[in-house]
């Protein structure tokens, strides 16, 4: 894994070296074992490098052998030793035995089209020096990232936002169109971000850019909505069973030590019992907790190791640990963390990165298998509300108004019910959206917003968009469908930006295309089963890890959040946020802050979300609009 970056004019001679030079400086986190730079008259390539696979030889940027093409690639192709025998068959010269060569060749051989023979995460862009043409792609579901700006005359492009703001043409301003749905999701559903005129090439597109400057991007791939064959519940669970351990092999492939993030959960630790079981040295696990037991998973991690065989070590924070570090980790990232188990996520990497140079981790079951409890309380939703929907309208207002304020109810009961049909509007926006996602709710942000038009700007457009392509599908199909194509996306930036900012490469076994395009496959029943989700890969898991821990109640990987924001760091974080002349002083409302921050602190309301959410826009704010520099946590609270 590696950072990549770059540039092309459309004029000549009008690039900078020592732009270049800048750009992939800021990215030295993510490729300490080495830096590249190449140019010609139109184009520049820059390259951080992570020395994984071909140590010696596989430096970048990198030529075929005529040098008529040029590449810069993040990432690992996993299939790249299958494909380099009908490549020489066809002519071509290796020099290598890395993967970025078969790229090179596999461009030069089968054109745009190289990527759907690709089976890995990727990010990469080819220049022509003959057609002055640039190339770049990015693998199916978004592991790899990749950025972009591009105003007609110079399109600069990178593995994070902030290599493309050391380029002159680029500057750090905030896209205010996106405020509405950033304090609502944290995240953007679609290809903007929050720094205008600055995109995201979205997953399973290519992108080419041609000698006149013009831009076009296509789709490559997609989520198949595809029937399985009849098989029995015994067949689907041994084509998952070998399916699985087949894509955890491939990604065993390294030159270098590897480890696992183990969580104590189904999902990591099936991974590690497999690695174990196909590997002849030790397995190392990592896991990461805090001293709030009822909020770590750690004695559940120590558990599944001890069971599998690993050797195993951890690592507990506390709440200074995390606020020390948050400023650092909302740099790392280029946007306001989404999820505070990002910052998590870091200080686990960095115990990783003292014993291996690639970890595989977890991620991605619960969207292929629908293990959020999300999926199965949507569809009891949705059953409801057609029967729901004869009670007059009057009724159902007084019932919503009931659930949400009456002293009969006890405060759990009424976050419950709260949940249903019966404290929320029957329409899928309130039911999923608004329910499992939304900080501030449209309501909320009105309230909130010193410009109440500003929560007119379009919250779930961009997810909606993904939800109206999968028509067709059964209702748990397009949910799944939905959070693949979003929720996951960001899920991977994370993973790949908290794990790069210790220099460590992540893997991702649950997200070879393959095995999403088999899963997509299964019965809904053998996804959700009665209450039990991810049904398949439990049974697929029963002799990989106890039974235990294979069917206790998800944890979802916690923070103490909501305990630190009312005791620990309360006063710092009020001091952060009600900053005259910054970010939130700007778009909100200083009263309606006031009594948010009140009302959580007195136990009133649990506003740990949005106050995260604020918190975070705060900080990205001086950071990225103020300079681009790191920030100390005690700077910015004084």
Same mark, same amino acid.
């Given at each position: 894994?590696?950072?990549?970056?770059?540039?092309?004019?459309?004029?000549?001679?009008?690039?900078?070296?020592?732009?270049?030079?800048?750009?992939?400086?800021?990215?030295?986190?993510?490729?300490?074992?080495?830096?590249?730079?190449?140019?010609?008259?139109?184009?520049?390539?820059?390259h951080r490098r992570l020395s994984i696979i071909d140590l010696a030889a596989g430096g970048q940027p990198m030529s075929n052998e005529s040098e008529g093409l040029w590449i810069t690639f993040n990432g690992e192709i996993f299939n790249h030793a299958d494909l380099r025998p009908d490549l020489e068959k066809a002519g071509l010269t290796y020099r290598t035995r890395c993967d970025t060569e078969t790229i090179l060749h596999a461009y030069s051989q089968y054109g745009e089209s190289c990527v759907e023979r690709?089976?890995?995460?990727?990010?990469?862009?080819?220049?022509?020096?003959?057609?002055?043409?640039?190339?770049?792609?990015?693998?199916?579901?978004?592991?790899?990232?990749?950025?972009?700006?591009?105003?007609?005359?110079?399109?600069?492009?990178?593995?994070?936002?902030?290599?493309?703001?050391?380029?002159?043409?680029?500057?750090?301003?905030?896209?205010?169109?996106?405020?509405?749905?950033?304090?609502?999701?944290?995240?953007?559903?679609?290809?903007?971000?929050?720094?205008?005129?600055?995109?995201?090439?979205?997953?399973?597109?290519?992108?080419?850019?041609?000698?006149?400057?013009?831009?076009?991007?296509?789709?490559?791939?997609?989520?198949?909505?595809?029937?399985?064959?009849?098989?029995?519940?015994?067949?689907?669970?041994?084509?998952?069973?070998?399916?699985?351990?087949?894509?955890?092999?491939?990604?065993?492939?390294?030159?270098?030590?590897?480890?696992?993030?183990?969580?104590?959960?189904?999902?990591?630790?099936?991974?590690?019992?497999?690695?174990?079981?196909?590997?002849?040295?030790?397995?190392?696990?990592? &896991?990461?907790?805090?001293?709030?037991? +009822?909020? #770590?998973? $750690?004695?559940? /991690?120590?558990?599944?190791? @001890?069971?599998?065989? %690993?050797?195993?070590?951890?690592?507990?924070?506390?709440?200074?640990?995390?606020?020390?570090?948050?400023?650092?980790?909302?740099?790392?990232?280029?946007?306001?963390?989404?999820?505070?188990?990002?910052?998590?996520?870091?200080?686990?990497?960095?115990?990783?990165?003292?014993?291996?140079?690639?970890?595989?981790?977890?991620?991605?079951?619960?969207?292929?298998?629908?293990?959020?409890?999300?999926?199965?309380?949507?569809?009891?939703?949705?059953?409801?509300?057609?029967?729901?929907?004869?009670?007059?309208?009057?009724?159902? &207002?007084?019932?919503?108004?009931?659930? +949400?304020? #009456?002293? $009969?109810?006890? /405060?759990?009961?009424?976050? @419950?019910?709260?949940? %249903?049909?019966?404290?929320?509007?029957?329409?899928?926006?309130?039911?999923?959206?608004?329910?499992?996602?939304?900080?501030?709710?449209?309501?909320?942000?009105?309230?909130?917003l010193k410009d109440p038009a500003r929560a007119e700007d379009p919250v779930y457009d961009s997810f909606l968009a993904h939800w109206r392509a999968s028509e067709g599908r059964t209702t748990l199909g397009r949910l799944l469908y939905s959070d693949i194509k979003t929720y996951l996306v960001e899920l991977c930036m994370k993973q790949d930006q908290m794990s790069m900012s210790a220099s460590l490469e992540s893997r991702v076994p649950f997200l070879d295309h393959s095995f999403v395009e088999f899963a997509?496959?299964?019965?809904?029943?053998?996804?959700?089963?009665?209450?039990?989700?991810?049904?398949?890969?439990?049974?697929?898991?029963?002799?990989?890890?106890?039974?235990?821990?294979?069917?206790?109640?998800?944890?979802?990987?916690?923070?103490?959040?909501?305990?630190?924001?009312?005791?620990?760091?309360?006063?710092?974080?009020?001091?952060?946020?009600?900053?005259?002349?910054?970010?939130?002083?700007?778009?909100?409302?200083?009263?309606?802050?006031?009594?948010?921050?009140?009302?959580?602190?007195?136990?009133?309301?649990?506003?740990?979300?949005?106050?995260?959410?604020?918190?975070?826009?705060?900080?990205?704010?001086?950071?990225?609009?103020?300079?681009?520099?790191?920030?100390?946590?005690?700077?910015?609270?004084?």
């Amino acid at each position: 894994m590696c950072g990549i970056a770059g540039f092309v004019t459309t004029e000549p001679g009008q690039g900078s070296q020592a732009a270049l030079r800048a750009m992939t400086d800021v990215m030295a986190h993510r490729g300490p074992d080495g830096e590249g730079h190449w140019h010609d008259d139109r184009a520049f390539l820059g390259h951080r490098r992570l020395s994984i696979i071909d140590l010696a030889a596989g430096g970048q940027p990198m030529s075929n052998e005529s040098e008529g093409l040029w590449i810069t690639f993040n990432g690992e192709i996993f299939n790249h030793a299958d494909l380099r025998p009908d490549l020489e068959k066809a002519g071509l010269t290796y020099r290598t035995r890395c993967d970025t060569e078969t790229i090179l060749h596999a461009y030069s051989q089968y054109g745009e089209s190289c990527v759907e023979r690709f089976r890995g995460m990727f990010a990469f862009a080819i220049w022509n020096r003959r057609e002055h043409r640039l190339f770049a792609a990015r693998d199916r579901l978004g592991i790899k990232p990749f950025y972009y700006f591009h105003d007609g005359q110079t399109f600069v492009f990178g593995s994070e936002i902030k290599a493309l703001l050391e380029h002159p043409a680029v500057e750090a301003k905030f896209d205010e169109t996106m405020l509405a749905e950033h304090l609502a999701f944290g995240y953007s559903s679609d290809e903007r971000t929050l720094f205008r005129n600055i995109k995201k090439l979205p997953p399973g597109h290519t992108l080419s850019l041609d000698a006149e400057g013009r831009l076009s991007i296509r789709q490559y791939w997609d989520v198949p909505a595809a029937s399985g064959p009849q098989r029995s519940e015994k067949e689907w669970i041994e084509e998952c069973r070998a399916r699985f351990e087949l894509s955890v092999e491939q990604r065993l492939m390294s030159d270098v030590p590897l480890g696992m993030f183990l969580s104590g959960g189904v999902d990591s630790g099936s991974v590690a019992a497999v690695m174990k079981r196909l590997t002849d040295s030790p397995v190392k696990t990592f &896991s990461v907790g805090y001293a709030e037991r +009822e909020y #770590s998973e $750690l004695h559940y /991690a120590a558990d599944v190791a @001890k069971a599998i065989g %690993t050797e195993h070590r951890e690592i507990s924070i506390s709440s200074a640990d995390f606020f020390r570090a948050l400023p650092s980790m909302i740099w790392h990232e280029d946007e306001p963390v989404v999820w505070p188990s990002s910052v998590s996520l870091h200080f686990v990497s960095k115990l990783a990165a003292e014993d291996v140079k690639v970890v595989l981790t977890g991620e991605g079951a619960d969207e292929l298998f629908a293990g959020y409890g999300r999926y199965r309380f949507y569809q009891m939703n949705d059953r409801l509300a057609g029967p729901y929907g004869y009670v007059p309208g009057f009724l159902r &207002s007084g019932i919503r108004k009931f659930v +949400e304020g #009456s002293s $009969l109810l006890g /405060a759990d009961l009424r976050r @419950k019910l709260g949940h %249903t049909v019966l404290g929320r509007q029957a329409s899928f926006e309130s039911l999923y959206l608004d329910n499992f996602f939304s900080a501030f709710s449209d309501a909320e942000q009105r309230a909130l917003l010193k410009d109440p038009a500003r929560a007119e700007d379009p919250v779930y457009d961009s997810f909606l968009a993904h939800w109206r392509a999968s028509e067709g599908r059964t209702t748990l199909g397009r949910l799944l469908y939905s959070d693949i194509k979003t929720y996951l996306v960001e899920l991977c930036m994370k993973q790949d930006q908290m794990s790069m900012s210790a220099s460590l490469e992540s893997r991702v076994p649950f997200l070879d295309h393959s095995f999403v395009e088999f899963a997509a496959t299964v019965p809904d029943s053998l996804k959700l089963n009665g209450k039990v989700g991810k049904y398949i890969f439990k049974k697929v898991a029963e002799d990989l890890i106890p039974h235990d821990i294979l069917y206790r109640k998800k944890m979802g990987f916690p923070t103490p959040l909501k305990r630190w924001l009312r005791e620990d760091a309360v006063r710092e974080v009020e001091t952060i946020l009600r900053k005259p002349d910054s970010l939130v002083s700007e778009y909100v409302d200083r009263e309606a802050l006031d009594t948010l921050l009140a009302r959580q602190r007195s136990g009133a309301v649990d506003a740990t979300d949005r106050l995260w959410r604020l918190l975070n826009l705060q900080i990205w704010g001086e950071t990225f609009l103020s300079g681009g520099r790191q920030k100390d946590w005690r700077e910015l609270a004084a």
